[in-house]
Every structure is written in structure tokens, then in C-alpha cells.
């Protein structure tokens, strides 16, 4: 590579873009290069999706220029962009899960027979052959839904490939895989490398994102701020430039290694004995005490959100007992777990939030019979709404807003704001950071510390390594539904975690 | 200048922005404007006190199954079987009245009071299997309650055994078909129960987590609210008031018979979908029902004073319930496009 200067592929110069009068991006450039692997990071909100939906051609209405192969280029539809050799990989996969393999790779191009019929033998040939030259092993006749998410990552990637794209773009293709499943993706990634395509590859990880670019282009507040080869810079100088500020608390979720806490003296909050759910977890026994944050961390599918459900009652436990402050209670239902004194914010914000109703509402819903039995008072509500948006800094500082027009850091807010008014003995958070922006992961960082501080128990559940050392005081490992092993008081990194899991 | 433009967008913006949040509870309301002004111009009989009256009595019946049916689709759930359950309350308390003679029906005469309890715990007793084959078994309440109306009409069928019932309870019997001054007293009876399901669901915690449950079960269930049991409410509340409508009716018409209320079931659930309740639940309530079952009214008694083809005004009818349905449909879709944005 060295001297030669590699050609462009894709330029764009001085993209702008607002949205109702918000400027998303302003006079961006960017270029990316034949056969190169572009990682492309920044806070949520720094411009990142916008370009992409750009290049993709999703978005039609922009100032500036693109060229694509040295000639200039404007899409009006995403099937532009496809026809002109453009594909993207979202961190939702567009494929159907009831359909097979074959079917997934050829969605929407079916090969017919003369009589316009499906043809199925030369689909699932063709599927095969194209799946073993990207060395992808999963076979086209099974069930897409059937087989682990990383394999359907690929099998999207495949999909896209197939339809004739020389770029692609990933969105967040590492968050939900393995360390075996990354790895497999990467060797895909260097092979389509090679082969010529370019690749765009934007991640909140920033050890994947330096593990496999060439160079980095960093977002903030919808300027590009640097780009660099990747020999060139480290960690330390992508978050520097993605935050713009001191690194502050969340450091320590970046950095390799934290030191943990380990449980304090107090009275146990939560003992767990023996807990089993059939196809989730099997004989998991812990204690959770008062003021602690204790992280279980493991890989997806492990069994660590099941157990979190369970807990609260969602999906009861088969066997096994459990004790709130020394109580044994039984959790058959949500509405018992909120009596007892369990608190829960599920890892998906669309399964604990209303979208359409206002702020308040959504605020008061875990408390409605604490304030009265029968009836309502909407000011009382209010009142609390208020006071929580105050506590947790949520923007913009209105009870009667719309749910769903907050962003998603400020939505999180809101869910953990619920349970916050009465005080629980435990508050499970699963996942309470993923897909947050730095500043918005950073408040949260605050607010669950500022919870345990107060003498709560707190469960933070995650597959991010990063998340669980930047807030556990102890670390329980699950893998394949049972724990496997604790950390507390001592050192830990990343790479021990991963170890254990 | 600029700033007044700006001012100006803004405005118009917030005005769109209201119209298309509205757009669901305005346009039954503009729906039942044209209308009330189409029918008074083409027919002069049609604004009379007499035929005001009229309506109001026509939709009574509908209007009490409705405001049960309100509760359910606010769930995002549905009961098809308030039209059966009505028809087994009638039934019931007919069977438990001493009749003429000359009905062949083997009735167990009780007492009116009695007869009004079995009636109301017969509908209780079919709301709550309703609500227990939702809830407990997992079965959806289209299912559920699809399986009911065949129930229903089954035991209306065993009761009367073909025949026709006349009598009914003196209480029920004034209430159906009696009047206080010019206001007939079945009018009374429906305006009560809005009233009162009106104030439950705007003022009372329950009411509340109707509303919640429909707009989003999972989160409601992950904010501990006992969802099952406002299911299982919901369900034997729209039973209760089918009873109820059921019970009225029978003394409305002067009969108990077997598929008495069939008709019944489309009307209430076009009421309140024609009124603007969003068929996902979540939002509506009881005054949209109340403009749904107005719209419905005028239009079926409208229809009567301008001589119209009796066919083609079934064909109307499901015309307006279409147009209804894509105007719900098409509602949602923006408020939730609004939501994301």
C-alpha cells in the first residue's frame, strides 16, 4: 500500500443536511478508497447514520456533492443506491426468519423457472455456492430463525453481496456476536477486502473498530472531526476526539482494566437459590446486598436476560427459591414482583416505555397505587414527573411531552425514572446502556451509581463487557445458563471477562 | 419579517401537526356534521323533536354494548360476543318471569329481583369464561369470544326452544320501554352507563391502565401492572353491559327470542371504531363511541326519511364503515410516524 495512493472510490464533499432547521451534518467530506475497510465511529447523534442514509440513498435532499468511481452521483431511492452497487447491513437484519437460508440470500430475487415459477433447486444450489465461496458454513435449506445470530448476520452480508454491492455498509455488526462469531465476520470482511470491495464499518466498539480499519473518519455533532490510518492512533485518541471533553466517569468503561469493590457490609437484599427455567438458565444462586452493583455479564443467549425476566416475574422460574430481605417470596407475576419491591428496565426501550403517552404518564405508571388506591390525581403525578426530570437531568425538562420525541438517552432516563420515586429494595437494569451515546451513557453511569449510593440493590445485566466494569462493584460470568464464575475485589479487564464467559 | 415568517411556519407547523394528531376524533365529527345538515335539508321531518327522539332511542341498545366494547378494543382486544351475551341475558330473564299462557316455555317463574341478578351473573358468568379463555389459556379474544357467540346463542336456543317470551320483570320493563316526560327512560339508562364508564376510564387508576395496557401491553406489563387482571376486567365489563343492553332490549322490543341482537354486534363494534377508538387500543374513549354511535344513528334513521332503496342503504352503510376503518387505520400510522420522529 505504501506510496501508492489508493484510488477513491466514493468521495463526498461539503454534505449538509438538516432536519427541520437542526443541522445534522455540515459540510462533511468524506472518501473512501477501493478495498478499504473505513471504520467510521462517534456519539450517537455526531452525523453518522444521516451520511450513511445518504450514501444509501435514503435520504434524497442534501447540500453537496458525491461521486462515486470519479463520476457524479445522486440518488433519489435506496434502489439507486442498491443498482449502483451500494449495500448496507443494518444492526436489525432485514431477512425473514421463518424462510430458509436459500430463500434469505435471494429475498426479493428469486430465480424463476420458463413458467414463472419459483426455480428451488437452482436457488439453493446457487445459495450454496455463494455461501461456501464467502466460507460461510450453514447449510440453505435450514430455517433461518434456526441458527445463531452471527451466522444470520453473515447470511445478510451474504444477501447483500449477492445483489452486486462493491460498497457495504455495517451498521453496530459486532454488538451482538461472540468473540468466535466477530472473529469469523472479520476473516469474512478481509477476504471481501481483498477481492476489491469497500467497506464501511461503523461501530460503538472502538477495540473492533481499530481491530479491523484501515483508517477511522470521527463524528462530532455533525462535523467530521479526524480521520487517521490506523497504525497511527490508539483508543485513547478516538475517544478524545469523539467526546471533545475530558473522558470524565466513563473512562473506566474504555479503559482495560477496573479495579471492583467488592460487596460491601450490609444486609443482603436479594438471595437467589437454585433457579431454573427450562432452555434458560439452571441452578443460579446468588446474594445481592443492599448498596451494591452487581454485573452479570455473558454472551447472547447465555441466559443472563432470561434470568432478569424471571426475576421479575415475567417469566417465572421453574425451581429454585427466592428471598427479599430475608423474605422467601414467590414472583408469579410482574405486578407481584413491583409489590414486593423489585424494580426491572427490560433491555428493549420499546418494551418499557409509551411512546404516545406524555412524560408524566409514563413516569407515574409503576406508582399509580401509591398515590391513590382508586383514583387518579394528575397533579400529584406531575409534581413527581417533575421532580424526576430534575433528578435525572432529562432534556428537553417537560412532564407533558410526548414520549417518543425525547431521544433515546433521555427516553432510558424516563425508564429508570419510573422506579425511582418509591424507592425499590432491588432494581434489575438489563442492557442499561446499549446503543447510548457517551454523554447519555455517562448520565446514566451517574444516575445508577447515585442509586446505589442511596441503598439500593442493583443488577446490572449485560452482554457488553464495558458496560458491566463500568458499573459493577462484583461480577458474576453466565454461560450457557449457569454461572460460572465472580470477580470481586480485584482487578479485572475485558479480556478475563471474555475468558470466563 | 423573517422571524414573523418563521413565527408563521411555526404556527402552521403546530396546526398541521394538531389536525393530523386529531385527525381520528375530527373527521367522525365533521362525518356527523354533513351529516345532521345533508338529512335536514333533504328531509323536513328529519330535525323534529319526534324524530330526535327517535334516534336516541334506536341507539341506546347499540350505544350500552358499545361503551363495553370501548373497554375492549381500548385493550387492544375485541369481543365478538356482546351481541350473543345480550341475547342470553334476555333470554335469562324472560325464562325466570311468569309468561302469558300461551307461551310454551319451560320457565321457572321467580321473583323480578331474582330474575334481574340471574340475568346480570349470566352475562358476569360468560364475560369471566371470555376472559378466562383469553388470559389463562392464551387463546386471542378473537377466538375466544367468536367461540362465545356460538355459546350464547346455544343456551338462548335451549331456553326458548323456538318459542317467543313476552314477559318480562316490571323494573326492566319500565326502564326498556317507559318514559320520564319526553325522554324515554332506555336513553336514560345509556347516557348513565357512558357517564359513569366515561369517568372510569378518565378518572380511576383502572381507567388508566386500560389506556396503558392497549398502548403498549409489554411495557405495561414490565411497569407492573397486573395486565392480566384489566384483561380479565375488561372482558366481563363489556359482558355486564351487554347483559344489561340485552335485558333492556327484550323489554324494548316486547320479546325474548333466539337471534334477537344478532344485528347488534357490527353496529356496536362500527360504533366505536366509526368514532375514532384506534383498533391497535391505546386511544379513543367513550365520547368517541358516543359520535360513532351518533354518526351510525343518523345515518340508519336518515336513511328512512329520504327514501332511499332499502338495499342500497346497506351498501351506504358499508361504505361509511370502510371509509371509517382507513381513516383509523391511516390515523395510527401518522401518530406513530409523529411518535418516531
Not at chain 1, 473512562?251 to 436479594?270: C, I, K, M, Q, W
Request: with cysteine.
Amino acid at each position: 500500500m505504501e506510496g501508492e495512493q489508493p484510488k477513491p472510490l466514493l468521495e463526498l464533499r461539503g454534505i449538509s443536511k438538516s432536519f427541520g432547521g437542526v443541522a445534522a451534518l455540515r459540510e462533511v467530506d468524506f472518501t473512501l478508497s477501493e478495498g478499504e475497510i473505513h471504520g467510521l465511529v462517534g456519539e450517537n447523534g455526531a452525523g453518522k447514520s444521516t451520511l450513511m442514509k445518504i450514501i444509501a440513498g435514503v435520504h434524497a435532499a442534501y447540500q453537496g456533492r458525491m461521486q462515486l468511481a470519479g463520476r457524479p452521483v445522486s440518488f433519489t431511492s435506496a434502489r439507486d443506491a442498491r443498482d449502483a452497487g451500494i449495500g448496507m447491513v443494518h444492526q436489525e437484519l432485514s431477512l425473514v426468519p421463518q424462510l430458509t437460508v436459500a430463500e434469505n440470500v435471494f429475498l426479493g430475487a428469486q430465480p424463476l423457472t420458463r413458467f414463472g415459477t419459483v426455480d428451488w433447486p437452482r436457488m439453493r444450489r446457487e445459495a450454496a455456492r455463494e455461501l461456501e465461496s464467502l466460507g460461510i458454513e450453514a447449510d440453505p435449506a435450514a430455517i433461518l430463525g434456526t441458527l445463531p445470530l452471527g451466522l444470520q448476520q453473515l447470511i445478510e452480508l451474504a444477501r447483500v453481496l449477492f445483489s452486486g454491492a462493491r460498497i457495504i455498509i455495517l451498521d453496530e455488526p459486532t454488538s451482538a456476536l461472540s468473540p468466535p462469531e466477530i472473529e469469523r465476520l472479520f476473516s469474512l470482511l478481509r477476504r471481501l477486502r481483498e477481492s476489491g470491495r469497500s467497506i464501511i464499518f461503523i461501530s460503538h466498539f472502538l477495540d473492533d473498530v481499530l481491530q479491523i480499519s484501515d483508517s477511522v473518519t470521527v463524528f462530532r455533532n455533525g462535523r467530521r472531526i479526524a480521520h487517521a490510518a490506523v497504525p497511527t492512533i490508539d483508543k485513547a485518541w478516538l475517544i478524545e476526539n469523539m467526546i471533545g471533553r475530558d473522558h470524565g466517569e466513563l473512562a473506566d468503561s474504555y479503559v482495560n482494566r477496573v479495579e471492583l469493590r467488592g460487596r460491601p457490609e450490609t444486609d443482603v437484599a436479594l438471595e437467589v437459590e437454585g433457579l431454573s427455567l427450562t432452555g434458560a438458565f439452571s441452578d443460579i444462586s446468588f446474594r445481592l446486598h443492599s448498596g451494591e452493583v452487581l454485573g452479570i455479564y455473558g454472551f447472547m443467549g447465555s441466559g443472563q436476560l432470561e434470568l432478569a425476566k424471571s426475576l421479575f416475574g415475567r417469566r417465572p422460574a421453574e425451581r429454585g427459591t427466592l428471598r427479599l430481605a430475608g423474605r422467601p417470596v414467590r414472583l408469579s407475576s410482574t405486578s407481584r414482583a413491583r409489590r414486593a419491591g423489585l424494580a426491572f428496565v427490560p433491555e428493549s426501550r420499546r418494551s418499557m416505555l409509551f411512546a404516545q403517552e406524555p412524560v408524566y404518564k409514563n413516569v407515574s405508571i409503576a406508582i399509580l397505587d401509591h398515590i391513590h388506591r382508586f383514583m387518579l390525581r394528575p397533579a400529584r403525578e406531575r409534581t413527581i414527573a417533575h421532580a424526576r426530570i430534575g433528578d435525572l437531568g432529562i432534556r428537553p425538562p417537560s412532564a407533558e411531552i410526548r414520549l417518543g420525541a425525547l431521544s433515546g438517552g433521555n427516553q432510558q432516563k424516563v425508564a429508570l425514572a419510573k422506579w425511582l420515586t418509591r424507592q425499590p429494595l432491588v432494581l434489575i437494569l438489563s442492557e442499561p446502556t446499549r446503543g447510548m451515546d457517551v454523554g447519555a451513557k455517562e448520565d446514566v453511569v451517574r444516575i445508577i451509581r447515585k442509586v446505589r449510593d442511596e441503598g439500593i440493590g442493583v443488577i446490572v445485566i449485560s452482554t457488553e463487557p464495558e458496560t458491566v466494569l463500568s458499573l459493577a462493584d462484583r461480577i458474576l460470568v453466565m454461560k450457557k445458563g449457569a454461572m460460572t464464575r465472580e470477580f470481586a475485589a480485584q482487578w479485572v479487564g475485558k479480556d478475563e471477562l471474555l475468558a470466563a464467559a | 419579517m423573517d422571524a414573523t415568517a418563521r413565527t408563521e411556519r411555526r404556527t402552521a407547523g403546530r396546526t398541521r401537526r394538531i389536525l393530523k394528531d386529531r385527525l381520528r376524533t375530527i373527521a367522525p365529527f365533521a362525518t356527523l356534521v354533513f351529516l345532521v345538515a345533508f338529512f335536514g335539508i333533504a328531509s323536513p321531518s328529519f330535525l323534529s323533536f319526534a324524530n330526535l327522539q327517535n334516534v336516541l332511542q334506536q341507539i341506546s341498545i347499540t350505544g350500552i354494548m358499545a361503551v363495553g366494547l370501548t373497554f375492549v378494543i381500548l385493550c387492544a382486544e375485541i369481543d365478538l360476543s356482546v351481541a350473543a351475551i345480550a341475547n342470553v341475558a334476555g333470554v335469562v330473564i324472560a325464562f325466570f318471569t311468569v309468561q302469558d299462557s300461551s307461551v310454551n316455555i319451560a320457565n321457572i317463574p321467580l321473583s323480578g329481583g331474582w330474575a334481574i341478578l340471574l340475568g346480570f351473573a349470566a352475562s358476569f358468568l360468560l364475560g369471566g369464561v371470555n376472559a378466562a379463555a383469553t388470559t389463562m389459556i392464551g387463546l386471542p379474544s378473537f377466538i375466544t369470544t367468536l367461540a362465545m357467540l356460538e355459546i350464547g346463542a346455544g343456551i338462548c336456543a335451549v331456553l326458548v326452544r323456538g318459542q317467543i317470551a313476552y314477559a318480562v320483570p316490571p323494573l326492566i320493563q319500565t326502564l326498556g320501554s317507559g318514559s320520564i316526560g319526553p325522554v324515554p327512560w332506555i336513553a336514560v339508562m345509556a347516557a348513565l352507563v357512558m357517564l359513569i364508564s366515561h369517568l372510569v376510564l378518565r378518572y380511576t387508576r383502572f381507567g388508566r391502565y386500560v389506556y396503558m395496557v392497549g398502548g403498549n401491553r409489554e411495557a405495561a406489563e414490565y411497569s407492573g401492572v397486573n395486565v392480566r387482571w384489566i384483561v380479565n376486567s375488561v372482558l366481563i365489563i363489556s359482558a355486564v353491559c351487554s347483559g344489561f343492553a340485552g335485558m333492556l332490549g327484550v323489554a324494548h322490543f316486547g320479546s325474548a327470542q333466539q337471534n334477537e341482537f344478532d344485528n347488534y354486534l357490527l353496529d356496536s363494534i362500527a360504533a366505536v371504531v366509526v368514532g375514532g377508538t384506534s383498533l391497535f387500543g391505546g386511544s379513543g374513549g367513550i365520547g368517541e363511541t358516543i359520535i360513532g354511535l351518533l354518526v351510525l344513528g343518523v345515518l340508519n334513521n336518515g336513511l328512512d326519511h329520504v327514501s332511499i332503496d332499502s338495499f342500497v342503504k346497506i351498501l351506504i352503510r358499508g361504505l361509511i364503515l370502510l371509509a371509517a376503518l382507513i381513516i383509523n387505520i391511516y390515523a395510527q400510522r401518522l401518530r406513530e410516524s409523529g411518535a418516531a420522529a
